[in-house]
């Protein structure tokens, strides 16, 4: 698992979470993690790959 930025719907603020990379159903990349504040479902969309 990788730390990564992103933002907390539920909270209303950026916040960093341990998640792990997922391939979304269009192609991109995205990490997928929980908050770990109030345990809602974070996404990060991610760039290409090099």
């Not at 916040?15 to 997922?22: A, I, K, N, T, W």
């Not at 997928?32 to 990060?44: A, D, F, I």
Request: charged share 30%; glycine share 12%; aromatic share 6%.
């Amino acid at each position: 698992m990788a730390t990564y930025n992103g933002y907390c719907v539920k909270c209303r603020d950026k916040r960093d979470f341990d998640g792990q990379e997922v391939e979304l159903a269009n192609g991109r990349r995205a990490a997928q993690g929980s908050c770990p504040t109030c345990g809602t479902k974070m996404n990060r969309i991610l760039g290409k790959k090099t």
